[in-house]
């Protein structure tokens, strides 16, 4: 099992609509959570980090559900600038290691005028 | 945001020779900077953590002879890819945690590396 999986996609949805993302990570060691986006051909930058809690900036909403090891990400009024591939991203802490941020494979996400 | 910046943004060398890809912070120190790698349409894999003042910690199955890394400073580390091969062209990506930032990391803007 993959330490990080997410939902395969790719999205592709319409303006406007309501888009969520999941994924799962493996390690119930894992102690911090963030989503990032990558455009094509260029580096992931944080969208956010997640929090027990729950947190919200503008229309990006995530959540984080420590039992069940599960991180979500739920986009609204989708607007054409927000198509790009989402990634997952779990930070655990390795004896011997140290810091290991593991990306999941990403969801790719498609907005259609 | 913390500013990253990683550099050459694209090389092309021929096969057999080194190329060294830098990662700098540029406005924050970075005990720890992470090395990834990306072929296309997959996900970022990380190849190794590069800790200031010490030796790197490369994860399973990552050539440390191979790929060599050196942080010499609180804001520069160093990836040396060492007789380069053609299956060794991918996307670089070298990230950097800044000492106060908590577990944030901040992503350079990769190196594309071409081996003919």
């Known amino acids: 099992r993959k330490e990080v999986e997410q939902d395969p996609g790719p999205f592709n949805v319409p303006e406007g609509a309501t888009v969520a993302f999941n994924c799962t990570y493996s390690?119930?060691?894992?102690?911090?959570f963030f989503w990032y986006r990558q455009d094509c051909r260029k580096e992931p930058k944080l969208l956010m980090s997640?929090?027990?809690s729950g947190n919200e900036d503008g229309r990006f909403t995530a959540q984080l559900n420590r039992a069940s090891q599960y991180i979500s990400l739920l986009i609204r009024d989708s607007k054409l600038s927000d198509s790009a591939t989402y990634l997952c991203?779990?930070?655990?802490?390795?004896?011997?290691?140290?810091?290991?941020?593991?990306f999941g494979p990403g969801t790719r996400l498609s907005v259609l005028p | 945001g913390a500013v990253v910046s990683q550099h050459p943004s694209w090389v092309i060398c021929k096969s057999g020779t080194s190329v060294k890809i830098e990662c700098r912070s540029l406005?924050?120190?970075?005990?720890?900077m992470f090395w990834y790698r990306q072929f296309p349409k997959q996900s970022l894999m990380l190849m190794a953590t590069?800790?200031?003042?010490?030796?790197?910690?490369?994860e399973q199955g990552v050539e440390k002879d191979k790929f060599l890394i050196n942080h010499a400073s609180l804001t520069l580390s160093t990836l040396t890819v060492t007789s380069a091969h053609p299956e060794d062209s991918s996307f670089y990506i070298c990230?950097?945690?800044?000492?106060?930032?908590?577990?944030?990391?901040?992503f350079g803007e990769g190196s594309w590396l071409t081996v003919v």
């Open positions: 990230s950097a945690q800044p000492e106060t930032s908590g577990n944030t990391i901040y």
């Open positions: 390690n119930s060691a894992s102690q911090s």
């Open positions: 997640v929090y027990s």
């Open positions: 991203a779990v930070n655990t802490y390795r004896d011997n290691y140290g810091q290991n941020f593991v």
């Open positions: 406005d924050f120190q970075a005990t720890t």
């Open positions: 590069s800790n200031e003042g010490s030796k790197a910690t490369y």
